[in-house]
């Protein structure tokens, strides 16, 4: 499948590469990287072939959630289920604009989750452990050995940590800490 009109495509090549081929995107432009000496037919070839994996790969990546507050409500309720024995369930679960120093916030009085929209374009599995966070909040209001014993039942919460530590200070926002949630 070629890329598609809209599609930037910049095609770096490099004497020193040899054999690999790697692609990835920088805004709204797939980058791929090529041996300098490969044919433009290779190169055609090449540029199809990663577009497509990136594809592949993001649409895995995509959770539903994004889509609206009510998927996000129905991630929660799957969530819950999964990790939390189906005990911890919101009133209410919804996109809220770009927090200045958290992800997510919960209120346990009634029960509600605020998402910040900047976790619209987070892998699915670190949305995942946000929307577990809060979830715990519901039966553990603060970050106490409790609070914190529920949320590890969620598989991946120290990878998910250090990616949204890495994020914020990549992008400057000073949302380091995993207490940022609340």
């Not at 432009?29 to 037919?41: E, H, N, Q």
């Not at 649409?59 to 799957?78: N, T, V």
């Not at 949305?127 to 609070?147: K, M, P, R, T």
Request: net charge positive.
């Amino acid at each position: 499948m070629p890329h598609t009109p809209q599609q930037k495509v910049e095609v770096r090549r490099s004497a020193r590469r040899r054999r690999t081929v790697t692609a990835y995107r920088e805004g709204d432009t797939l980058v791929v990287l090529i041996p300098a000496k490969m044919s433009r037919a290779e190169e055609a070839h090449w540029v199809a072939e990663m577009e497509r994996k990136l594809q592949r790969t993001e649409s895995r990546r995509a959770s539903p959630a994004r889509a609206s507050d009510k998927a996000l409500e129905a991630r929660c309720a799957e969530l819950s289920a999964r990790h939390l024995g189906g005990a911890a369930g919101p009133s209410s679960v919804r996109w809220v604009p770009p927090m200045r120093t958290r992800w997510a916030s919960c209120t346990p009085a009634d029960r509600t989750i605020r998402v910040s929209e900047r976790l619209r374009d987070v892998p699915s599995w670190v949305l995942d452990y946000v929307l577990v966070h809060e979830l715990a909040h519901l039966q553990v209001a603060g970050h106490n050995a409790a609070f914190w014993a529920l949320v590890g039942r969620y598989p991946k919460t120290e990878r998910a940590i250090g990616y949204l530590e890495g994020l914020s200070a990549a992008a400057g926002w000073g949302i380091a800490e995993a207490d940022k949630l609340d």
